[in-house]
């Protein structure tokens, strides 16, 4: 990871891989990290953590102590009655946002999955994490030369200063042409809300192929969190991402 | 002249300004602006021997900072010429590093936003801490070779409590900090409680003393009846002790050692033992440690996040045994205050009446990104009403009254007023 995040092409090309890299871990644990284990690493779910709660991803029809316990930290997306854990990876984030396609090898051969695509719906199954198939590992992650990659953000929100997952996070990528500055293309992809990155297109959509306005911005915002089903305790995540979404988008139309 | 000179007309702008919806001033929309907030002198008069901008100058948003360093020169006014002076202010903001009184502009941040350089909060506290005088007991040892080794089942947590018993040893045996051994933490050692309540400085450091004093008494005792020393037959208050050796006050040249009489008399080591009890103080008197506490905070105003941007607190705990033991003690107390105020919770899960999280990946204490330039000062007074030390003991007033103190700060900064802990961004959105 910190490799990674040092390499000059990265950081020139796609700024929001660095930031997310170097938001994601401490240096110690970036010096010992590799890009597909970050990628594969698992919830920071305190019920899944601390093995004397029930839990379905740990012990499959155990039923899920977050439901009805503390669950700040938890996902307003994608959840479901089994299980409402975050996927954890702040790097996994920015990839979504690149389009980014991991290669993998296994007995079956070799395959390329869209990070987007790796990790799978909790459903019934929770204890189910990724497509990845026994045997079956990270060899390659491929990252497009996108239009919209050099224009981008990653903006994590958390209440410690360092060292911490995120409470909210948005890996934002904005392609602009002309002097109006008209958006021709959008990533925006929500962390620490789902069990994967939670892209929203919704929000991209509001953006397209319009002029990049404080108007445009605000209804992205509110695009972006349409979907949301907060519980009582992660409801704060809802106008968090609304806010976190603005400010990152506000950034990179500041940018030169 | 028409009838409207004259008539009652009332204020046109009357409505707008009742309803808010008046624009003033600083509420015009100009292009291309950028936005400045100003940093004041908070001293009357002196001189700017130094001005770091770095910080400023990288923070996102931030266009510049211009102080006197690099503003343009501006014509120094001529004073009015009047008869008693002149109230005209001659000497401009950012043309010197002379301060000429209090809030003159020393810098200017600009930033792309007015958000960028504002939405700070400064607070304060009160703290006050009891002390507590629990039982306690020492013994100490002094040994031939000018040593001695010091003992109590107190116990040492990290907070520097060997330090603290060896200074109060090496103070009341004449010996310097190196020739005395600390033994503590066994409970085959005399008894004393656990190190809690900020009473450890309070309540052992006296046993320490008594034990060390009951030691070099019993040393001078030998020394006064015996024949072979130079201080034979004088009294108590004739002698002396530094480095070791007992001098008489009026002949300095005549001096008897711990080693020499140890020897002399064929003994390994004497030893002393001090005790203390509860103590109780007099009706009209509480013995508490004080303290008052200011920070600085920046608030994110989006998205409800609080940094503590500087910290300062004074505090009184009686006689300071240690500057280095106990500053460290009220920075770290100070480090904790910030964990309290804005990351630490406890949740219990409302089925299974488990703690959530019980360990320090769940449970978020402070690191050094929360940690801002944090400073302490000690009154460093003794106290007559506690103990034979004057020291009270510094453990806990550190963390006192810091919370406090940000919640304040918020509240400056926000108009918020947060009466529960932590302040998260639930509260503050």
Redesign the interface.
Known sequence: MSDAAAHPMIRHMYPVLPQALELGASPQIRNMGTIGGNLLRRT?C??F??S??PCNKLSPGSGC?AL???HRMHAPFGSSDACIAVHPSDLAVALVALDAVVETRGPSGKRAIPVNDLHVAPGYTPDRETVLQHGEVIRHVFIPDGPFAARSHYLK?R??????FA?VSVAACLELTGANRTVRSARIVLGGVAYKPWRVTAAEDVLLVSPLTPERIARAGAAAIQSAEPRPDNA?KV??LQ??V??ALT?LG?KA | MSPTIGAPLDRVDGRLKVTGAATYTGEFRVKDVAHATLVQSTIARGRIARLDTSAAEQA??VLGVITHQNAPQIPRLKPATSPGGTAIQTAMPLQGEVIHYAGQHIALLVA?KLEQAALVGWGMATASYPSFGVPAEATASIRAGARAIVRSGAAELGTGQYTVMTQIASDALGLEPEQITVELGDTEQPFSLGASGSSSVRSVGPAVRLAAEAARDKVLHLVLHDQASPLAGYGVEAVGMEQGEFFLKHAPTERESYTAILNRHGLEEVTGTGKVDWVSTPNDHRVHAFGAQFVEVRVDR????V?VHRALGVFDVGRVINAKTARSQAIGGIVFGIGMA??ERT?I????G?V????L??Y?L?????VPPVEAFFADVDDPYVNSLGAKGAGEIGVTGVAAAIANAVYHATGRQIRSL?I???AL?
Do not use: C
């Open positions: 920071r305190p019920y953590r601390e004397s709660f102590a009805n316990g503390q929100v209440e410690r200063g360092s060292y911490e409470l704060v106008p968090l806010r976190a603005i400010r950034m500041e | 996102p948003g792309e989006d998205l409800g996040l940094r804005l990351l949740s899960h409302p089925a299974f488990k959530i999280s019980p360990n990946a769940g978020l402070p690191v050094h990104a929360d932590p998260t961004p639930e959105l």
